[in-house]
């Protein structure tokens, strides 16, 4: 009989045991996602009062509106950063705790509960026969992020399978480029391969060598000799175009406080792919002084015969943001003349964050 009641109060506080764990484990998870409201609601009322003193700065003329707002607007900022410092700090108290729990230092508990919780918009761990089966950070990295882009070199027209020998001046063409790109990582674990699409305008700047010009003859645009001398000839195509790469990005990923981020433009960069679009625009923009030594600007806006349509092949290779870029249309610059001239860009292209 004693043996059994030795037994029987071995198993009560085991038992015991595991609800206060249970307990423990819950009480803490709900003392942080407390403390993080907590702390969101302080620094709210906080900034609420100080806004509100402000207005009253302005009431007693002892500040201008635009005053007021620059300091509203430091206000809400230096509030922004101690709410998200604070919460960093909860949130490091939390991973200990789901340490702890993965590790087996809190018991195992009887129950058979689903239990998540939920601390503003920066964790979610869901509890399941009281062991941690899932972490989620509400606010982890994307897969998809956005890019400015804007790249300017030189540019020319392949005839004849080359370049050499340019009817154009190799220095003073030109090309510009700017847009807008997402930045899509493909796989969900490597951090590889990206697919990079978006939203780019295209200048393309000719200038003819040997004081010459575009005419227009029927289905012909050839250059000619101009009859006055030219200060300046340049030749502009403005083209809105929708490019596409395969990006391989060999950034790699960072691990910090047990978090593993997928780092992108911070080593080298290789991007393989392509454009299409249409053609916005085509001028013509002369520069010389007229019979009486003033100087005149002329712009010839038309079509010149160019192709309404641009699709071409493009690549990049460089180290975190700068880029070698290289772009080559696939066909030709005007429609029907009797040689192809393909327009081709190298230059350097920026990717910014």
């Not at 590790?103 to 129950?111: A, D, N, P, Q, V």
């Not at 019979?291 to 038309?302: E, F, H, L, Q, T």
């Amino acid at each position: 009989m004693r043996n059994l009641t030795i037994y029987f109060i071995v198993l009560l506080c085991l038992f015991l045991t595991s609800i206060n764990a249970q307990e423990t484990f819950e009480s803490r998870a709900k003392k942080i996602a407390t403390a993080i409201e907590k702390i969101t609601n302080d620094e709210k009322a906080g900034l609420k009062i100080e806004i509100e003193n402000v207005n009253l700065e302005i009431e007693k003329g002892l500040i201008s509106q635009d005053q007021a707002n620059e300091k509203k607007m430091k206000l809400a900022k230096f509030r922004a950063v101690a709410i998200e410092n604070k919460i960093n700090d909860e949130q490091d108290k939390l991973n200990a705790l789901v340490k702890e729990k993965v590790e087996g230092k809190i018991s195992e508990s009887i129950t058979s509960d689903s239990i998540v919780y939920k601390f503003g918009n920066k964790i979610a761990v869901k509890v399941m026969n009281d062991s941690v089966k899932k972490v989620v950070f509400l606010n982890k990295e994307k897969r998809t992020s956005s890019q400015l882009v804007f790249a300017f070199g030189l540019n020319n027209l392949v005839t004849n399978n080359r370049v050499a020998k340019s009817d154009f001046r190799y220095y003073g063409s030109h090309f510009y480029e700017w847009g807008f790109t997402l930045n899509s990582r493909i796989l969900q674990n490597n951090n590889l391969l990206h697919a990079k699409y978006g939203l780019s305008v295209m200048y393309n700047n000719l200038r003819p060598s040997d004081n010459r010009l575009f005419e227009v003859d029927g289905g012909q645009t050839n250059l000619v000799e101009s009859s006055t001398p030219l200060n300046d000839s340049r030749f502009r195509n403005v083209y809105l175009v929708v490019p596409a790469h395969l990006e391989f990005d060999f950034s790699g990923t960072e691990t910090k406080n047990g978090r593993t981020t997928f780092r992108t433009h911070k080593s080298i960069r290789i991007g393989l792919g392509g454009y299409a679009g249409v053609n916005l625009k085509s001028k013509q923009i002369l520069k010389y002084e007229d019979s009486n030594n003033n100087n005149v600007r002329s712009v010839i806006k038309g079509d010149y015969n160019t192709n309404n349509f641009i699709y071409g092949l493009s690549t990049y290779i460089g180290y975190k943001s700068t880029s070698l870029y290289l772009k080559y249309d696939l066909n030709p610059l005007f429609k029907n003349n009797l040689r192809n001239q393909d327009n081709i860009s190298v230059g350097l292209r920026f990717d910014l964050n």
